[in-house]
């Protein structure tokens, strides 16, 4: 695979392509394990691809592209939602401009088209012996073709091909996706566009923890990238991490 990329940040990357590994994330964690280098790791399939969770991300071949960017760069090593907030707005643009369309952002990492989910992302990372992190991890999954969706997913996933009609190449995606990382000078510069783009404001959601469940109206994000919802008893929160769900309450 041979990205054609612009940003002088990015051009500086290794770059390693697999027709077929179980997982980009694991690829890159392995290597950082060896390497002081930033690098960039592309598969055509994965067996073992995740999600948020430990949920499993379906990664058929050839279908989608499956993407993991390894960062070293202090400036860049910012916490895991504000990564995956900067990551969520590179990946809206690059939809934006090579598909015709513009996604919304469902909290905190899924890309969304009528509330059917196109991409997905996760951030990893280590963290050194004072506590800082050390590298992170920034795995993205985007369902570019149209393809046949197992049963669980038929009525909730779409893919870029579905909803705008346009075939993107794989190589132009994935190089127009990285060159739109590192094309983000910072967090603050986007936080409001990331904001503007949520598919949950003013909305009723199932908000899901590892302590239950309850029903929550989702007010705004702030400044850290949290979703601020007020419960049914109108309690006031800043989520930082939880699943939430739209598939019930509209």
């Known amino acids: 695979m041979q990205l054609k990329l612009n940003n002088s ?140 969706f197992s049963e669980n997913l038929s009525n909730i996933a779409s893919s870029l091909e579905d909803v705008s009609g346009v075939k993107v190449n794989r190589e132009e995606f994935a190089g127009a996706l990285i060159d739109s990382f590192f094309d983000i000078d910072s967090y603050d510069s986007i936080i409001d566009e990331y904001r503007h783009s949520s598919s949950l404001i003013n909305r009723e959601i199932n908000v899901i923890t590892s302590h239950g469940s309850y029903r929550a109206r989702v007010l705004d994000i702030n400044r850290d990238g949290e979703l601020v919802v007020v419960t049914e008893s109108g309690e006031r929160k800043a989520l930082c991490s939880a699943e939430v769900s739209t598939s019930v309450l509209r």
């Open 9 to 148: 940040e990015a051009k500086k990357l290794e770059v390693f392509h697999y027709p077929t590994t179980d997982s980009t994330n694991k690829r890159a964690k392995d290597f950082a394990s060896g390497s002081e280098s930033e690098a960039v790791f592309i598969a055509d399939e994965q067996t073992a691809g995740r999600g948020r969770a430990g949920k499993v991300f379906e990664s058929q071949k050839d279908v989608g592209i499956y993407i993991s960017l390894l960062i070293r760069d202090k400036k860049r090593l910012l916490d895991g939602v504000k990564l995956t907030v900067i990551m969520a707005v590179a990946l809206r643009r690059t939809v934006e401009k090579l598909c015709g369309f513009t996604p919304k952002i469902k909290w905190v990492n899924d890309l969304v088209a009528d509330d059917r989910k196109l991409s997905g992302i996760l951030c990893e990372g280590k963290l050194d012996s004072a506590g800082a992190l050390e590298y992170a991890v920034l795995g993205v999954g985007v369902n570019l073709y149209r393809r046949t």
